[in-house]
């Protein structure tokens, strides 16, 4: 690897001292005026050696059978040759050489290229197969994609936001196939999980991401695998063995979704998929997530963030051990949290507590920013704090033992006519083959038909109200699928053919409850999102 390192530079630096040379004769043909730009100069230098050193070490820890994809590798291919393009920059604007700038840049550039294209890309391609057809899909040939440029912007606001803190990165394999787990609870997980490694992680995400085309350009350009959450995904497990077999890195959350109490609840597929191949399992600890943005809450908060890698070689533990030790950490770091008595903002948290703790009044509670929750039936005041917890005039509860008191209470719950308003569209019953492209024109057809409605809660069923349609019935038996997102946007799909309803609630107090009481009466599980699925919580209290 040295050798071919060397003769590598060799050659580079042979022929970018001839262009130079023929930059500087070309001054003299042409008649080009020297200047003079030495700042410029040694940035261009400096920036490009950093790079040259750094690739080259990452080289070095890949050897010769390896396939180098950390570091400078992850953002692009040939970062070698991007490297000695700067410095050949640098020294062109050290001489002064219009030309030599000329022959520095384009020309240099147009060289390196169809070097890299045709010989070096054909013989990584027959060295490392599979390995490299998925690592040359994923990473940019010369100029690093979205992706990367917003990465750096985005470690930077987290850093000087949050003080964001990364331990335990050295853990992570440098190359070769790894699974990366981690508990879900914002929309900010998956980067915070992938900002402190040198390598590009490959992430199982909802289909939802992937409805808008800006959307879909990014978390295409992250690698993500798009999955249909109302249903067994078969394509995209298909696609994750691929990544996984081809050396990449997998990153997933058990539970499948954001949770609302920060527990976990997970599918028996996941574990099996964990288990189908004997590759390392790393897991993430991200502290603080919770509180930075809970998922009933619309905005980011100031919240102090430490992201921890655990690498766990095969065999080691079972997924449902290592899934059950990071549950019980982070309800050890919970409990820290909650001695201290710090509040937390509570608006929107009104979702969680649909059921008053002190009186047993439904739908009665309302949250305040300065952490307060007044229930409207007793005037009870509570105070929602860090680390999960509420605090009442009987102690303090963890969010977890609230849920446990919410589900009681939804179980018992003997509907008399419940109504809830807002905004529905009935949807029809996708054709044969429907995939994204259909539900892109499904979302379309929403902003358009939303019309006002309501949902009535009775004994065997939902009545769905529609101002411009006459009602119908739903049979709780009817439902295949039920889906919360949004924190106000109810998804339906009943019967074979998969029609069903969008619903949008205002306010949305009702949230929490409707995705437990109907999954409970539909699939008698209030954690299954579809017919069959059989979610089960992981290391119950």
């Given at each position: 690897m040295r050798s071919r390192l060397f003769l590598w530079t060799f050659w580079r630096l042979l022929i970018g001292a001839g262009l130079l040379a023929g930059g500087r004769a070309l001054d003299r043909l042409a008649g080009f005026r020297a200047y003079q730009a030495p700042g410029f100069a040694a940035l261009a230098f400096l920036v490009g050696a950093a790079l040259f050193f750094a690739s080259a070490r990452e080289l070095a820890a890949a050897g010769p059978a390896g396939l180098a994809e950390g570091g400078p590798y992850c953002a692009v291919r040939h970062p070698l040759s991007v490297a000695f393009q700067l410095m050949l920059i640098g020294g062109a604007l050290a001489l002064g050489s219009p030309g030599g700038l000329i022959a520095a840049g384009p020309a240099a550039l147009l060289l390196w290229a169809a070097h890299a294209l045709l010989i070096e890309e054909s013989d990584l391609s027959r060295r490392f197969h599979s390995q490299y057809r998925r690592y040359r899909r994923a990473t940019a040939f010369l100029i690093p994609s979205i992706y990367f440029w917003s990465r750096p912007v985005t470690l930077l606001f987290y850093r000087l936001w949050c003080g964001v803190r990364f331990r335990g990165i050295e853990q992570v394999p440098r190359s070769g196939p790894a699974f990366l787990i981690a508990l879900h609870r914002t929309y900010t997980d998956p980067f915070l999980m992938a900002l402190g490694l040198p390598r590009r992680v490959h992430y199982i995400a909802t289909s939802v991401l992937f409805l808008r085309w800006l959307s879909a350009l990014y978390f295409k350009s992250m690698g993500c695998v798009p999955l249909v959450r109302n249903k067994a995904d078969l394509r995209a497990l298909v696609s994750s063995f691929k990544l996984l077999d081809s050396g990449g890195i997998i990153g997933m959350f058990p539970e499948g979704s954001r949770s609302w109490y920060g527990e976990t609840a997970c599918e028996p597929a996941v574990f099996r998929l964990l288990e189908r191949r004997r590759v390392p399992i790393v897991t993430v600890e991200l502290e603080g997530t919770f509180e930075h943005q809970p998922r009933y809450s619309r905005r980011l908060r100031r919240a102090p963030i430490l992201v921890r890698y655990r690498a766990h070689p095969p065999g080691t533990a079972g997924s449902r051990q290592l899934i059950q030790d990071l549950l019980r950490r982070e309800r050890a770091w919970d409990a820290r949290r909650r001695r201290l008595g710090l509040p937390q903002p509570a608006r929107y948290a009104e979702q969680?507590?649909?059921?008053?703790?002190?009186?047993?009044?439904?739908?009665?509670?309302?949250?305040?920013?300065?952490?307060?929750?007044?229930?409207?039936?007793?005037?009870?005041?509570?105070?929602?704090?860090?680390?999960?917890?509420?605090?009442?005039?009987?102690?303090?509860?963890?969010?977890?033992?609230?849920?446990?008191?919410?589900?009681?209470?939804?179980?018992?719950?003997?509907?008399?006519?419940?109504?809830?308003?807002?905004?529905?569209?009935?949807?029809?019953?996708?054709?044969?083959?429907?995939?994204?492209?259909?539900?892109?024109?499904?979302?379309?057809?929403?902003?358009?038909?939303?019309?006002?409605?309501?949902?009535?809660?009775?004994?065997?069923?939902?009545?769905?109200?529609?101002?411009?349609?006459?009602?119908?019935?739903?049979?709780?038996?009817?439902?295949?699928?039920?889906?919360?997102?949004?924190?106000?946007?109810?998804?339906?799909?009943?019967?074979?053919?998969?029609?069903?309803?969008?619903?949008?609630?205002?306010?949305p107090r009702y949230s929490v409850f409707l995705q437990h009481f109907l999954r409970q009466r539909a699939f008698g599980n209030p954690y299954a999102r579809y017919r069959g699925s059989n979610r089960a919580e992981v290391l119950p209290e």
């Open positions: 969680l507590i649909y059921v008053c703790p002190q009186c047993a009044a439904p739908f009665r509670c309302r949250g305040y920013r300065d952490g307060s929750l007044v229930c409207g039936a007793c005037g009870t005041r509570f105070t929602l704090l860090k680390g999960k917890g509420l605090a009442g005039p009987q102690g303090v509860w963890s969010l977890p033992e609230l849920e446990k008191r919410n589900l009681a209470w939804s179980l018992s719950f003997r509907p008399a006519g419940l109504r809830i308003d807002g905004e529905l569209f009935c949807r029809p019953a996708p054709g044969a083959g429907a995939g994204l492209q259909a539900l892109r024109r499904l979302r379309r057809e929403i902003g358009r038909c939303l019309r006002p409605g309501a949902l009535v809660l009775e004994e065997d069923g939902l009545l769905v109200e529609d101002a411009d349609h006459p009602s119908r019935r739903i049979a709780y038996g009817e439902i295949e699928s039920i889906l919360v997102e949004s924190n106000c946007k109810l998804e339906l799909s009943c019967g074979n053919g998969g029609a069903g309803l969008v619903f949008f609630m205002s306010p």
